[in-house]
């Protein structure tokens, strides 16, 4: 049983270009969960959703910031015009149930330039 | 939201000595887990514990719900111990997991 993936490990984007970052949970999880960590720092979360719902975002950024999880395919982090100040550790977790054993991958280490 | 708070944020041991994490929570919680964030940045499970005591190898962990704190014991330390240990945990109104500011741990040879 694979854990839960996410691509690219390492993205690195110019200013004003958009971030795409996708996480496929571990098989039988429907929660996802997005946290992101800036250096020297600990996670912060961003986002919940289960398939193609949104159930908490209250950790997003009101701008450039979206998250899906569809039907099919993984869940997608979408960074748009992205700025110096997005470059962090982006990790995604799933879990079985809301309160179930979360984990995580591996994360994405975004930089922006 | 629930607030929670790790100590002590820094900690530098020999190795071979015995350890103890502390994690304080603000209110009742679903699910507590522990994970060691090595120096790669990767996180790794250590204790799903939303009460309880739980052993694995030299580390063992237990939570007081009813008192609101965890408590990560480490036991003969080795370096690669190393890093940054989190506590997070979930309360009975959300899915989301919130996180201390984890406690970075130093082990010197």
């Known amino acids: 049983n694979a854990g839960v993936m996410q691509n690219p490990r390492h993205l690195v984007r110019r200013r004003g270009q958009e971030a795409r970052l996708r996480c496929s949970p571990m098989k039988g999880h429907s929660h996802v969960y997005w946290y992101r960590q800036l250096p020297e720092e600990g996670l912060k979360f961003m986002v919940y959703?289960?398939?193609?719902?949104?159930?908490?975002e209250s950790g997003m950024p009101k701008e450039r910031f979206s998250a899906e999880f569809p039907k099919e395919g993984p869940s997608i982090l979408r960074i748009q015009q992205v700025v110096r100040g997005d470059s962090a550790a982006y990790f995604c977790?799933?879990?079985?149930?809301?309160?179930?054993?979360?984990?995580f991958g591996q994360g994405t280490r975004l930089t922006v330039v | 939201g629930i607030q929670v708070e790790q100590s002590p944020p820094d900690l530098i041991l020999q190795e071979g000595a015995n350890s103890t994490l502390r994690c304080n929570f603000s209110d009742s919680v679903n699910n507590l887990q522990w994970f060691h964030q090595n120096p790669w940045g990767q996180l790794i499970n250590l204790f799903y514990?939303?009460?309880g005591t739980k052993q694995n190898g030299r580390l063992s962990a237990t939570t007081v719900a009813t008192e609101r704190y965890s408590l990560l014991y480490i036991s003969s330390s080795q370096t690669t111990d190393s890093g940054v240990y989190f506590c997070a945990v979930v309360d009975t109104n959300a899915g989301k997991s919130t996180f201390g500011d984890g406690t970075t741990l130093t082990v010197k040879p």
């Open positions: 977790a799933s879990s079985r149930t809301s309160t179930a054993e979360a984990f």
């Open positions: 514990i939303p009460s």
């Open positions: 959703l289960q398939k193609e719902n949104i159930i908490d």
